[in-house]
């Protein structure tokens, strides 16, 4: 295939699974395949970026990380759902408290994605597009969230163009509804409807920026949100 490989993807037609988990930090994208996959096999590392296939519960399933931003997971979902035939890709990061319900370590499905950015403008629309996740894959989360047992909440993200932001008011997005900010949904929500593909945000709240002082660390972030890598993985 003329497209493969990729300017930021060295794999072969075939190496990725139709499901790809999709964490922002490489480490976590070597963390869930040493922690939850067998016979995982690296199959991208340009950039560092790491990408590997192997099987949870008999299902092969592929995980590989975006990076930080819209930008980011704008080319990496791109170039999956367009060169590899990938049918669904389900981001499982991390994210800021907005709704004053949540705290930390709760997991929040992105059912939408409001935006600041102006990604969406490349499609020519006259008008402005709601980016939304797969129903199917809502469901599935939700399903998958009750047998578990833990704190989840189901609506809008905000995906913001910046994480130091002058303009961003948290509490004007807050009187909205939105349940809590990170910086890549949007994207890629905007990519599968594009491809005619299927996608989903799963995030644990790791901070609260209306509380500062409960975050996670970067080591906490990297390894223990295992029960939303879990119910991933169980939608996969």
């Known amino acids: 295939m003329a497209n493969i490989p990729t300017p930021h ?19 976590r994208a070597r963390h869930i395949a040493e922690t939850f996959l067998t016979d995982a096999v690296l199959v991208n590392d340009v950039r560092g970026v790491q990408g590997y296939t192997g099987f949870y519960n008999g299902k092969r ?3 590989m990380a975006s990076g ?9 979902s791109y170039e999956l759902f367009n060169f590899y035939n990938v049918k669904r890709i389900i981001r499982v990061g991390s ?26 403008s490349q499609f020519r629309l ?10 199917d894959l809502v469901c599935k989360a939700v399903s998958a969230a009750e ?16 994480f130091y932001d002058d303009a961003l008011s948290l509490k004007d997005w807050q009187k909205m509804g939105v349940l809590a900010v990170e910086m890549e ?13 299927e996608a989903l ?21 990297q390894n223990s949100f295992n029960t939303m890598i879990k119910i991933a993985l169980d939608i996969a």
Request: net charge negative; aromatic share 6%; charged share 15%.
């Open 9 to 27: 993807i060295t794999a072969k037609l075939g190496d990725f699974a139709d499901t790809v988990l999709m964490p922002g930090d490489p480490k």
């Open 61 to 63: 399933v592929s995980v």
């Open 68 to 76: 930080m931003g819209i930008p980011s997971i704008g080319i990496y």
């Open 95 to 120: 994210a800021g408290a907005v709704h004053p319900g949540l705290n930390v370590r709760d997991i929040v499905i992105g059912m939408g994605a409001c935006t600041n950015s102006n990604y969406a």
């Open 126 to 135: 006259p008008g402005t597009y709601a980016p939304i996740a797969s129903y």
């Open 147 to 162: 047998k578990e047992g833990v704190r989840y909440m189901v609506g809008n993200l905000l995906s913001s163009d910046c």
């Open 185 to 197: 949904g949007a994207a890629l929500y905007c990519n599968a409807a594009r491809a005619g593909k």
């Open 201 to 221: 945000c799963i995030c644990t709240i790791s901070d609260n920026p209306f509380n500062p002082g409960s975050d996670c660390t970067a080591e906490e972030r």
